[in-house]
């Protein structure tokens, strides 16, 4: 292939990959993912036939055939895609492979780093051998990014899930949860929260619940006071008020406010505890105590009889209000530790609490063929023991724990056999044991036990508790492992942005040596023919040779200005946006002149940024007015801003033709026209640019327009305050 025809296959191979890498950004689902690289695929080279398949274990999504693959039975394409997938698993890039009936086909691996997601097979209509290195090239480019964007698109799927799972633990909590504001307002509420007021979920929704509402008006001075200790310390503490229920009964509450970090707006989490049954209890007490003064008097009781059962009724009391206070405390740890064996050893921690002095806790995982403890809170009461559980336990003889594993249902010995298991000389002390499997997704991880070396029974609140905690455990694993992968992925997706922006700004400038050399000879060649006068047609192409480069140049330079937007690294610091503006007039003062045109903006706010991006945003922002003018109106641009606390929001309003509605998404995209290049110059990327360095100061813009009428950028920039009240 000659010079000329390679640099513009490369030119139409790199502006594709770059349409590419945008969609990729906006699209969310594997299946759709594998659409769009077909779409590509298909668009840049000539294919007929196709089929992409992603795998996961032994089993397969929807694949996605095309040409001659369709006439593939199911039992033949599932056959097809497990011999192609075992072949991909040594592969690293595209290669050409022989079809089923000796046709070329162009095999691409989708690869991440850490896994095999799947593969696209492509039979071009004409010979695979024949593919240009820049189109092999291209075909290697694509399947990395579309690899990636289905990883990150998987990911996100299974944090949705995890999350779900944990809005579950929240919405079928015993206690009482909900989300909201001083005023009243709520965000979010748990069904032990609304049956505890009275309402119901369809009430809630349609937004007839307003807590302050509910509350006495001598409480309202202990709540403003609760919120903003939780704004100022994390947490208000417990305190007391009394709540009206949707029937107006007066019902007594302890409360704890949490600070809920969420949104721009100052909320809490309210944890609630009916104290209804603890004051019927204390009733119960003083007029049990009542009636012991009574029998005392009457059947001559002692005081030490009376003292006695008062004691046990409020120990009882007591352990009822701690498991109720820990059980809330130990929920909400477990979402703020990422650390398995910490999640594990609190809630161990926490059923500790709950049990006599001579209770420990075990976490065993199996390892080989022994079982082996990863996690013990509390002594076990015997050397010998300890030392025979350091060495590990055999795994199908030691019933204790292979049964609950095995069956994964939790077992509870109140009267400990040893006998069945092989530690019987060691365990001799031991009177009680429970043992709960504990899952992660489905896969059991190990075994939750708990031994006690006094004689209880397991009543059923107690098996209900060490369940749910084990359960509670269970999901806090899960999310941690998540989140875990979540943050291993983002680093990966980042990486991968830096690489992407750093590919197009070396080909943008490895782009622009042939471009000059094309423009040098085409400027030779257009004075040789003017010299000679002989072929006015040859003189009529060369010139459109150099009005092409001259485009060309042209977009080079703009996509070389995108690429630095990303890979400048200037920390933010403060800027007079007035400053600012005074030199995008001056910049553009030439341009004013020509258009007759009008800029005003008054006395602006200081804000965080980068004083040349700014620059350069508003020139693009100005420029766009005054080139969009419309006919015989002079174009003025007004720029007004407003503080509101850490954002400085920045409104850049101008009176030309407008944009439709439809296409104010589209206007951010990369080289994307709304007009013909005839009508208005440029090339689509200065839009582009303004929301790229919006978001690299962790802003945003948004546009409202009317065609005829004008439009109205609004940016959202942080303020000098910002720094300060996020540790910036």
Known sequence: MSERPALSEQD??????YQLATELHITQTPQTLLHLLLHHARQTLSIGTSLAVLGQGDAWLSP?????????????????????????????????????????????????????LGFLVLAPDESAASLSPAQLRYLHKLALHGANAIAGAQLLLQLRQSETRYRRLVDESPVGIAA?????GLTEANDAYLNLLGFTREAYERGELDWAALTPPEYHAIDAAAFQRA??????GHYEK???????????LEITLMQYAEGDRQRVVGYLRDLRAQRAAEARWQAQTHGLQNQLEDRSLTLA???ESLRQQRAELEARTRVLEGFASFTRELTLNLDPYALIRRAQQFTLTLLPPQAFALYYEPHLDLWRVKAQTGEVGNPDLQAVLDRGLPFEETTNLFQPWDTRIPLYQEAYDSRKDTVARETTQLQSTATLPLSVRGHSRGIFAIGLNVAQPWTPIDKVVLETVVRSLS????RAEQTQLLQQRSLALEHSNRELEQFAYVASHDLQEPLRTVTSFSQLLIRRLGKVQDDPKAAQYAELITDATGRMRTLIDDLLEFSRVGSRVEPLKSIDLGAVLTQVQADLQHRLEETQGQLAFEKLPRVLGDQAQLRQLFQNLINNALKFQAPGRIPRVSILAERNEDWVEVRVIDNGIGIDAAHFEKIFTVFQRLHRRDEYAGNGIGLAIVRKIMQRHGGSVEVNSVVDEGTTFTLKLPSESYRENNNF
């Not at 139409?12 to 990959?17: A, F, R, T």
């Not at 009394?242 to 007594?252: D, K, V, W, Y």
């Not at 999901?475 to 899960?478: D, V």
């Open 231 to 236: 704004f100022d310390q994390g947490t208000s």
């Open 475 to 478: 999901l806090a694993l899960e």
């Open 180 to 184: 909201g504001f001083l005023d009243g």
């Open 305 to 307: 009889q009376q003292a």
């Open 12 to 17: 139409h191979l790199s502006e594709d990959l």
């Open 64 to 116: 996605v055939v095309q040409g001659g693959f369709a006439n593939l039975s199911p039992e033949e394409l599932t056959h097809l895609s497990q011999r192609l997938m075992l072949q991909a698993q040594t592969l690293g890039g595209p290669v050409v492979l022989k079809g089923r009936g000796q046709e070329n086909w162009v095999f691409l691996p989708l690869r991440t780093d850490e896994r095999l």
């Open 242 to 252: 009394e709540m009206l229920t949707s029937t107006g009964e007066r019902i007594p």
